[in-house]
């Protein structure tokens, strides 16, 4: 089953809001990821972290490696109507290892 | 850059029946993953293959389930007999690397086991 859970479940917000979204972990990951899957498609990695700590940036996207390597957060700032995705998170417990995916944190963008 | 590709992109079989499904990776991608996608769930890893090795394949049901990579290029997985917890999306993922993180991924096959 999910190793790892993300958290909501599913946003419904103004464009122009920003929006918050995690993923936890019982166990340490020391590469985290964000994707960002669009309907019929696959998902398209947004974000790669590979330290503690670390914090970057994609444009409008900033995530960051939770310091206890437990857990990672995805920030989107001033949405807009092309958002609309469902955002995954997926971890990597050691080198060689296979990913990880979280079931998904569903947004909707109202314009 | 062709990105990977995948066919068919629907399909619907009844209970028992066998479906195939192909994949073409990205050009000089030497891994190949093999996703299944159950409706609001995030990916699950089936089998990885490196070059036309299995590297992966903990998580197939090896029972219905089979996979090949002969020529270290296109893949085909294959489910012998179907059954209605089959239904889902199969992703095709690549990436040039072994253990990459960074992999690539289809637009998927949509299988519906009715």
């Known amino acids: 089953g999910q190793q790892l859970n993300q958290s909501p479940q599913s946003m419904f917000i103004q464009e122009g809001e920003d929006v918050s979204m995690n993923c936890t972990s019982s166990?340490?990951?020391?590469?985290w990821l964000w994707y960002k899957q669009e309907p019929g498609e696959g998902p398209v990695l947004l974000i790669a972290?590979?330290?503690?700590?670390e914090l970057t940036s994609n444009g409008r996207l900033t995530a960051q490696f939770g310091i206890t390597r437990k857990d990672s957060f995805l920030n989107i700032s001033a949405s807009i109507p092309s958002d609309v995705g469902i955002y995954f998170c997926?971890?990597?417990?050691?080198?060689?290892?296979?990913?990880?995916f979280g079931a998904g944190t569903i947004l909707r963008v109202k314009s | 850059e062709a990105g990977v590709a995948q066919s068919p992109r629907y399909k619907i079989i009844e209970k028992r029946q066998s479906v195939a499904f192909w994949c073409n990776p990205i050009?000089?991608?030497?891994?190949l993953y093999w996703y299944q996608q159950i409706l609001g769930q995030g990916p699950k890893l089936l089998i990885q293959?490196?070059?036309?090795?299995?590297?992966?394949d903990s998580q197939l049901p090896k029972d219905r389930f089979s996979a090949e990579r002969l020529k270290g290029v296109d893949s085909t997985l294959k489910i012998q007999p179907a059954k209605l917890e089959d239904s889902a999306v199969y992703l095709c993922?690549?990436?040039?690397?072994?253990?990459?993180?960074?992999?690539?991924f289809g637009p998927g096959t949509r299988l519906l086991v009715l």
């Open positions: 293959f490196q070059n036309n090795g299995v590297v992966d």
């Open positions: 166990s340490i990951f020391n590469t």
């Open positions: 050009s000089g991608h030497a891994t």
């Open positions: 972290l590979y330290k503690a700590g």
């Open positions: 993922a690549s990436s040039f690397r072994a253990f990459q993180e960074t992999q690539y």
């Open positions: 997926a971890g990597q417990r050691e080198y060689g290892n296979k990913l990880v």
